[in-house]
């Protein structure tokens, strides 16, 4: 399995962290997907114990790709959603480069997963503008126009109903509030139509852990553009964390 294509696709989330090889031209995982808890406190050290653990554990020492809940400007983290402070400031590329002896590259986790989803899931040949939001422990976004990437949206932080858009329609709000789906699906209806006000997307991907679950609550969307889950669900980050390595849909 280790050849130029082969590359160890790591997603690291505010609950757990996600590992799979992962064929970056064809944009399949050519293990299954492993996960685990994401450490609390998530420390660059102890997430970086974990990785070398999982590195152990698949017999890999090549390049690996790694998305992070994080702004990430040249290898360097300029925020921490869901992950500890200390990250931020950090080379995050060098440090886990250093400490795993490999070539590490990082890029932000929801940039990741449209990464894949552009390349070979549910944006593949869409030239207009595509926004994709990833739902999880947080909200991620990722906007592409004419299949480029604009890095490091972040738009689960955008100001919302008094809050950040993410305290008000993630999973974790959704657990929180103890929401059904249709409830949920109302919340996230809104903050949708926030998004298409805003930028007017062709299309909206949605991704991260609750796509699986979209034929439950896809009736509750009352928004202008199409919307459709993404084709890996929650296995985007993993496979365009890997892609992130070679630039393989990553024009920017």
Request: aromatic share 8%.
């Amino acid at each position: 399995m280790k050849n130029e294509s082969t590359i160890l696709g790591i997603d690291i989330g505010g609950t757990g962290t996600k590992f799979a090889l992962v064929d970056t031209y064809k944009g399949e995982m050519i293990t299954e997907r492993f996960k685990q808890a994401t450490p609390k406190p998530a420390t660059p050290e102890a997430v970086s114990e974990v990785i070398a653990n999982w590195m152990n554990k698949l017999d890999w020492s090549g390049p690996i790709g790694c998305g992070l809940p994080s702004i990430v400007q040249r290898g360097i983290a300029k925020s921490a959603a869901n992950i500890d402070s200390s990250w931020i400031d950090l080379n995050v590329e060098d440090y886990f480069s250093n400490k795993l002896s490999c070539d590490v590259t990082v890029v932000n986790d929801a940039d990741a997963a449209g990464i894949a989803e552009m390349e070979f899931g549910a944006g593949k040949g869409n030239n207009g503008l595509v926004l994709m939001i990833t739902v999880g422990t947080g909200i991620g976004s990722a906007l592409f126009w004419n299949g480029n990437l604009v890095p490091n949206t972040e738009l689960g932080h955008l100001k919302f109903k008094g809050d950040i858009a993410e305290k008000y329609a993630s999973n974790s709000a959704r657990k929180k509030n103890k929401l059904s789906w249709k409830e949920w699906g109302n919340r996230f209806n809104e903050l949708l139509l926030h998004y298409e006000r805003l930028f007017s997307p062709d299309l909206f991907i949605l991704g991260g852990g609750l796509s699986k679950n979209f034929e439950i609550y896809k009736d509750c969307f009352k928004i202008s553009a199409d919307i459709v889950p993404a084709q890996r669900q929650n296995a985007a980050g993993v496979v365009g964390a890997a892609m992130a390595v070679k630039h393989v849909g990553l024009t920017v």
